[in-house]
């Protein structure tokens, strides 16, 4: 674990984490009903580029309480999910249970991936919310390289890094398509937001958080410099949670609304091990 020193912003954003399994497994955003009647958590996107999962060793990294991951498994792939939230994984596995799915889940922090998920995987997946959450992408990207069998895919769906920058105190998309903060911002930036993304009703108790802002290049030069060959890098306008105030919802997806200028709100990698 992060440890306990309060200075540790691992341990800060832990604590957050911990709290909101039990609210996010509540949620309308998350739809576990849903998904326990037998829908699938992942949207079109994913589904349609990350390619054939069927019998294949999947290891989801940052899998929260399990539900793409489960999803996955209901696809026919041998998966295991790694998140360093205990509780979160208490829940993935009680899920696993109440579905009949068989899975894997590992409390681990993603610099521990290959060591205590283990390596040999055909495809390393991770998706929406995840790096901001992460200090060190080379060290990330080494994890996803040792964790991969040789040929095998990486493949994210995320936030495009564009979103650090926007105005978010506004209540339309106008007045929230305008740069207030820097792009390039180096180190740990400090949160302070009782709001949770999921239930907005919901005041965190545990509301700092420490996130870091990489930017597109470093994401695409951790990966090719792990030794990952990237496949493709697709930007796309829309995301699936409503990043800034004003982005209207559609089917899966929050969008820029057709009469603002549209900018990138999500990206998509693929890349192989050599
Ligand atoms: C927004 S969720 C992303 C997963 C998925 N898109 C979802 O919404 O269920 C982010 C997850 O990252 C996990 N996490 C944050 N920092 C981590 C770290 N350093 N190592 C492993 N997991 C981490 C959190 O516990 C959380 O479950």
């Not at 509780?87 to 521990?112: C, H, N, P, S, W």
């Not at 564009?162 to 180096?186: A, C, M, Q």
């Not at 930017?215 to 951790?222: I, P």
Request: proline residues 5%; aromatic residues 10%; contains cysteine.
């Amino acid at each position: 674990m992060s440890g306990k020193n309060p200075d540790d912003p691992l341990a800060t954003n832990l604590a957050r984490w911990e709290e909101q399994v039990d609210i996010h497994i509540g949620s309308d955003f998350y739809r576990v009903k849903e998904f326990k009647a037998g829908e699938t958590s992942l949207d079109p996107l994913i589904l349609t580029e990350i390619g054939d999962v069927k019998a294949k060793r999947l290891l989801h990294l940052q899998c929260h309480f399990g539900l793409d991951t489960l999803s996955f498994a209901r696809m026919g792939a041998d998966v295991t999910g790694l998140d360093f939230s205990p509780k979160a994984i208490v829940a993935a596995r009680q899920l696993a249970r109440e579905t009949g799915l068989a899975a894997r889940f590992v409390e681990a922090r993603v610099d521990e991936a290959a060591e205590k998920a283990g390596t040999g995987y055909d495809i390393v997946f991770s998706s929406w919310g995840v790096l901001m959450w992460l200090p060190d992408l080379e060290v990330w990207a080494r994890n996803i390289a040792t964790c991969l069998k040789p040929g095998g895919l990486f493949y994210i769906a995320e936030g495009h890094p564009l979103l650090w920058t926007l105005d978010d105190e506004g209540t339309k998309i106008t007045e929230n398509l305008r740069i207030v903060r820097s792009y390039f911002l180096e180190g740990p930036q400090r949160w302070e937001n009782a709001r949770d993304y999921a239930e907005p009703s919901v005041t965190l108790t545990h509301f700092n958080s420490s996130e870091w802002q990489h930017t597109l290049g470093e994401v695409v030069t951790a990966l090719a410099g792990a030794g990952l060959r990237i496949e493709f890098l697709h930007e796309h306008d829309r995301l699936v949670w409503q990043a800034v105030p004003g982005l209207e919802s559609k089917g899966d997806y929050f969008q820029v609304p057709a009469d603002a200028p549209s900018i990138p709100l999500s990206y998509s990698i693929r890349a192989q091990k050599a």
